[in-house]
């Protein structure tokens, strides 16, 4: 069976301050992996999607940028932290030409 | 642009009774939609499917329907129990490549005991 890691579950940093966040899946080859951002009492905004090794797709021009390092890994960068970048981050993935996604546990990132 | 919409952002109802949580949806080309269930603090769960070409499609205790002449979507819960607390999103893919979706912005649904 698959399984979608996250971490760290929750992260308080700096404004100014470097990120990466990680995930990784388990049990699956070529996924395709989103990384998606949840305001408070909001809906699910994508942020960047991925089909392949090297491949990343920006869906919002902002201050992140997303690595795929691995096949199953998708990584979550950024240099310097905004307080409008606090949120719920959700990494997803799904089978190569697959609808449903499947969603990771997320990260509670607050900037302070 | 495109988007879809949930048109309560909260529904309470008593347990046992039935839910409907209502979806709107502005992309006529859109060919599937997804209903995910979301609990506290956690990410969404995959509830259930149904593609453009279907009217209605049940499941475990949940039935999705689909009226593609007004674009509308409702996820219905028959016996709501106090474990489907949570907000529930609809979702659609828009075609094209990475099968990305789209989500609407949520309903809470809270079940009075």
């Known amino acids: 069976s698959q399984t979608i890691h996250q971490w760290p579950a929750t992260l308080v940093q700096p404004v100014g301050s470097p990120l990466s966040l990680e995930c990784t899946v388990e049990g699956t080859s070529n996924p395709n992996l989103y990384w998606y951002r949840q305001a408070a009492g909001r809906g699910l905004q994508l942020l960047f999607y991925s089909v392949g090794i090297g491949q990343i797709s920006s869906e919002v021009p902002q201050n992140l940028s997303a690595s795929r390092p691995q096949d199953r890994q998708f990584i979550l960068s950024s240099k310097k932290l905004l307080l409008s970048d606090s949120g719920f981050y959700l990494c997803?993935?799904?089978?190569?030409?697959?609808?449903?996604?499947?969603f990771g546990p997320g990260t509670r990132l607050t900037v302070t | 642009g495109e988007s879809v919409g949930l048109h309560l952002p909260t529904l309470s109802v008593q347990e046992g009774d039935n839910s409907i949580i209502n979806c709107a949806y502005s992309?006529?080309?859109?060919?599937?939609f997804i209903w995910y269930k979301q609990e506290s603090g956690k990410g969404p769960q995959f509830i259930i499917d149904?593609?453009?070409?279907?009217d209605k499609r049940q499941g475990q205790r949940v039935t999705v329907l689909l009226n593609k002449t007004v674009k509308h979507l409702s996820l219905q819960i028959a016996a709501t129990q106090p474990g489907d607390s949570a907000v529930y999103f609809c979702?659609?893919?828009?075609?094209?490549?990475?099968?990305?979706?789209?989500f609407g912005t949520g309903t809470q649904l809270k079940v009075e005991l």
């Open positions: 979702a659609e893919i828009l075609t094209g490549g990475g099968n990305k979706l789209t």
């Open positions: 992309n006529s080309a859109s060919d599937y």
């Open positions: 997803a993935w799904s089978f190569n030409r697959d609808r449903e996604q499947y």
């Open positions: 149904i593609r453009s070409n279907m």
